[in-house]
């Protein structure tokens, strides 16, 4: 069974070792002068109004871990769905077990107004 996670352990470490050497590459062969205009906060082309970094309601990154974590949940089905007529009966009732925990969640976050866009 071992054997049947090398690819994905390959796939991992190439993905972390591209990262790391691009991270890298970039650290050294990037720019490395301060340029003061570059650092200004920019919006549409007009003089910036008031600080660059000003506070930010809390409800948009609410709203950004909602989505994230509902999006990785989601993923799920997929491999659910490979080996369905495998499960059967059993796998199609632990789905809907899954996704009635899912939609509680869901129902929650809705009712207390976490995906309100004002």
Request: glycine share 8%; hydrophobic share 60%.
């Amino acid at each position: 069974m071992p054997s049947e996670y090398l690819p994905i352990a390959i796939l991992v470490v190439l993905a972390t070792a591209l990262a790391l050497l691009i991270v890298i590459l970039g650290a050294i062969f990037g720019p490395r002068r301060y340029i003061e205009t570059k650092s200004e906060p920019y919006e549409s082309g007009m003089v910036p109004i008031g600080p660059g970094r000003r506070r930010m309601p809390v409800h948009f990154y609410l709203v950004a871990v909602l989505f994230i974590l509902f999006d990785v949940e989601i993923i799920f089905l997929l491999p659910w769905a490979a080996v369905l007529r495998e499960l059967d009966v059993f796998g199609l009732i632990e789905m809907f077990v899954f996704i009635g925990i899912l939609m509680v969640g869901f129902v929650y976050a809705w009712k207390k107004g976490a995906l309100e866009w004002d």
